[in-house]
């Protein structure tokens, strides 16, 4: 059935439009993982893993391969319950409305709109690279960078959509070709020796092996919110696993790439010792002023992954407002845009805030890790599901069930484990702040109970 114009239909009947495609929904997954941790955290996986080359590269496939089987796992949720809110609808319909809300709780509270932040402060961090900035206008420029996602966003998920799909291709394209000047000029492999892969492997290195996966796979994070837009992809049921498998696919072979070329630049040990290794690298083979260049690419990636953010999240806002868990305005659809307008509005602010106040760096630092407990709940839901649907002719069935799903949900089990263990003052801090939804949910299950009756 064909929708009627966007500005025929009536305020209170307007719906979310399903107007995001397959292209679309492959540069939603790719484009909303790169933002700035690929130009940073490679120097520090080469560190973990004794400045093994080998190891390194095979941390960075082994953190895909996990994506991987998590994205197919996703794939057969996504078809099987395509409504806005992805990860929040699978939670509460499996494992109940309380942690339902807690996972969308933390996330606009720190997760996603902490996630812009942080990419609009890394943002004209970078800016000022290229030009000079004084400390507020440093904070102006964060706060514009928000400003205008949040209002291409309102206008319209098309809009949205393509300027996603634009500078995704951008920034693919920059990384693969600085990867390759720096492959083709640099000489780090060369008297590498036993550099390249370690003599003995022993507990000590199985062990920094785990850390070095916990630092890739944070740079893997973000494919997960694509989920959140299935109310407006146009075929969700055939398109939502291609573009998961294809997404996380292609940001296996980018990252490897990225990382193997920043060796082949500096070399195994110096590649260990930096912290900033993409402007280190283009700076050792083209020059220092080449560290403009990475400025300019590392803009381009974390305004690509901010919008990712604000295209997708405020969509869960709005699923938890429809099931009267949050402000019952963040449920409602703008009659001509066809967009959770007051949700993405009302995130953007927040963002913003956060992104003035500044101190809220240490705290979304200790929070982001628990997105991956809610990340194995969502993952765990297909289990639940299959048990509620024997028989059922789904759409999209998960390739080497039930391992695939069981892999991912026990290695985010591991890797919260892992985090609670490493920095367990910072984890329960953490948690702490999760667990601050309680008694908000508590407020408004009841306030939903009154207006149902």
């Known amino acids: 059935m064909r929708l009627p114009p966007a500005s025929s239909v009536p305020s209170s009947t307007a719906t979310l439009a399903r107007t995001?495609?397959?292209?679309?929904?492959?540069m939603l997954v790719i484009g909303g993982v790169i933002g700035s941790g690929i130009f940073l955290v490679p120097g520090a996986?080469?560190?973990?893993?004794?400045?093994?080359?080998?190891?390194a590269m095979l941390v960075w496939a082994a953190g895909g391969l996990l994506s991987l089987v998590g994205a197919l796992t996703y794939g057969?949720?996504?078809?099987?319950?395509?409504?806005?809110?992805?990860?929040?609808?699978y939670i509460r319909d499996c494992f109940g409305r309380l942690p339902a809300?807690?996972?969308?709780?933390?996330?606009?509270?720190?997760?996603?709109?902490?996630?812009?932040?942080?990419?609009?402060?890394?943002?004209?961090?970078?800016?000022?690279?290229?030009?000079?900035?004084?400390?507020?206008?440093?904070?102006?420029?964060?706060?514009?960078?928000?400003?205008v996602i949040t209002v291409v966003n309102i206008y319209g998920t098309r809009e949205s959509s393509d300027l996603q799909n634009w500078t995704t291709y951008i920034k693919v394209a920059l990384i693969l070709g600085m990867s390759a000047v720096l492959l083709w000029l640099g000489h780090g492999f060369r008297g590498s020796g036993n550099i390249l892969w370690s003599e003995r492997i022993s507990g000590s290195l199985i062990s920094n092996f785990g850390l070095a996966?916990?630092?890739?796979?944070?740079?893997?994070?973000?494919?997960?919110?694509?989920?959140?837009?299935?109310?407006?992809?146009?075929?969700?049921?055939?398109?939502?696993?291609?573009?998961?498998?294809?997404?996380?696919?292609s940001l296996t072979v980018i990252y490897v790439i990225a990382a193997l070329s920043y060796v082949a630049a500096l070399g195994p040990a110096a590649a260990a010792r930096s912290d900033t290794i993409a402007a280190t690298a283009m700076a050792a083979i083209l020059g220092p002023t080449a560290a403009k260049f990475v400025a300019f690419l590392v803009m381009i990636s974390t305004f690509s992954a901010a919008n990712?953010?604000?295209?997708?999240?405020?969509?869960?806002?709005?699923?938890?407002?429809?099931?009267?868990?949050?402000?019952?305005?963040?449920?409602?659809?703008?009659?001509?845009?066809?967009?959770?307008?007051?949700?993405?509005?009302?995130?953007?602010?927040?963002?913003?805030?956060?992104?003035?106040?500044?101190?809220?760096q240490q705290l979304f630092t200790y929070v982001?890790?628990?997105?991956?407990?809610?990340?194995?709940?969502?993952?765990?839901?297909?289990?639940?599901?299959?048990?509620?649907?024997?028989?059922?002719?789904?759409?999209?069935?998960?390739p080497g069930y039930p391992w695939t799903p069981a892999i991912f949900v026990l290695a985010t089990a591991a890797l919260?484990?892992?985090?609670?263990?490493?920095?367990?003052?910072?984890?329960?801090?953490?948690?702490?702040?999760?667990?601050?939804?309680?008694?908000?949910?508590?407020?408004?299950?009841?306030?939903?109970?009154?207006?149902?009756?």
């Open 368 to 398: 982001i890790f628990t997105g991956w407990i809610f990340y194995g709940l969502a993952g765990a839901s297909i289990f639940v599901y299959r048990r509620r649907m024997p028989g059922a002719d789904l759409p999209y069935r998960v």
């Open 416 to 453: 919260v484990v892992n985090a609670i263990f490493s920095g367990p003052a910072g984890a329960m801090e953490g948690l702490g702040v999760v667990l601050a939804g309680v008694p908000a949910y508590l407020i408004w299950r009841t306030r939903g109970a009154k207006n149902r009756t």
């Open 20 to 26: 995001l495609g397959l292209r679309d929904l492959t």
């Open 213 to 249: 996966m916990i630092a890739a796979l944070w740079s893997y994070e973000g494919w997960q919110f694509a989920s959140f837009s299935a109310g407006e992809a146009a075929h969700p049921q055939r398109d939502f696993p291609r573009a998961f498998f294809y997404g996380t696919l």
């Open 76 to 89: 057969e949720l996504a078809a099987m319950k395509p409504e806005a809110g992805g990860l929040y609808v």
């Open 101 to 147: 809300f807690l996972y969308g709780w933390t996330l606009f509270l720190v997760v996603a709109t902490g996630g812009i932040a942080t990419l609009a402060v890394a943002f004209s961090a970078y800016l000022g690279n290229i030009v000079p900035l004084t400390p507020f206008t440093t904070k102006l420029a964060a706060i514009a960078m928000i400003g």
């Open 308 to 360: 990712s953010i604000q295209l997708t999240a405020p969509r869960v806002y709005y699923a938890m407002a429809g099931d009267r868990l949050f402000f019952r305005k963040m449920a409602e659809v703008h009659p001509r845009f066809r967009t959770p307008a007051f949700a993405i509005l009302t995130a953007g602010i927040w963002a913003a805030i956060l992104a003035c106040l500044g101190s809220f």
């Open 45 to 55: 996986i080469q560190r973990q893993v004794g400045g093994s080359v080998g190891l």
